[in-house]
T-cell receptor, first 115, second 114 residues
Framework: GAVVSQHPSRVICKSGTSVKIECRSLDFQATTMFWYRQFPKQSLMLMAT?????????EQGVEKDKFLINHASLTLSTLTVTSAHPEDSSFYIC???????????FGPGTRLTVT | AQSVTQLDSHVSVSEGTPVLLRCNYS??????LFWYVQHPNKGLQLLLKYTSAATLVKGINGFEAEFKKSETSFHLTKPSAHMSDAAEYFC????????????FGAGTQVVVTP
């Protein structure tokens, strides 16, 4: 089956620093990748959608300058949380898809803690 | 607009008894519906999906769901709960946008007691 990995699985950073999270599709080409955020005991909230080679499309209320998304290849997307603050602490999950109508395959998630 | 509503935020069952997780959907089109499970601090695992084929969908780990258009429901069931079924369950609808974005329900926490 399709496998999506995320790295790191867990990261702790100091307030004001930036953190990069990688999302990779290991055995298929992902035309589209999605980034979600999940607060404790809550559902997943879609942050942005990225298509390979294009700028990401952000959901309403998500700061594109704070959450930088790059989808430079068909197997890799990155999410950079810039100038992180404690309120950015969350579980970030990516998913990858071969395109519209295809299933989304989810990564295992990255736990970000900002101190 | 398309959306899903999970009717129970928390369900507690005894091991060996049936599990029922309720989900209603709202959609102007024939929806694509999914159930995902998330164990603590883990990613999501697809249990099953409905994409306008058979209305009774069988998934992994003994779960199944029935699509009922007249009731706009897609409830998830399992005949006999196992301790390992304790997790968070999400009912999800795929939007008819150009990217196939997913809209998640609020989730149902399942607790299984011995």
């Amino acid at each position: 089956g399709a496998v999506v990995s995320q790295h790191p699985s867990r990261v702790i950073c100091k307030s004001g620093t930036s953190v990069k999270i990688e999302c990779r599709s290991l055995d298929f080409q992902a035309t589209t990748m999605f980034w979600y955020r999940q607060f404790p005991k809550q559902s997943l909230m879609l942050m942005a959608t990225s298509n390979e080679g294009s700028k990401a499309t952000y959901e309403q209320g998500v700061e594109k300058d704070k959450f930088l998304i790059n989808h430079a290849s068909l197997t890799l997307s990155t999410l950079t949380v810039t100038s992180a603050h404690p309120e950015d602490s969350s579980f970030y999950i990516c998913s990858a898809s071969q395109g519209q109508g295809y299933e989304q395959y989810f990564g295992p998630g990255t736990r970000l803690t900002v101190t | 607009a398309q959306s899903v509503t999970q009717l129970d935020s928390h369900v507690s069952v005894s091991e060996g008894t049936p599990v029922l997780l309720r989900c209603n959907y709202s959609s102007s089109y024939s929806p694509s519906l999914f159930w995902y499970v998330q164990h603590p601090n883990k990613g999501l695992q697809l249990l099953l999906k409905y994409t306008s084929a058979a209305t009774l969908v069988k998934g992994i780990n003994g779960f199944e769901a029935e699509f009922k258009k007249s009731e706009t429901s897609f409830h998830l069931t399992k005949p006999s709960a196992h301790m390992s079924d304790a997790a968070e369950y999400f009912c999800v609808v795929r939007l008819t946008d150009s990217w196939g974005k997913l809209q998640f329900g609020a989730g149902t926490q399942v607790v299984v007691t011995p």
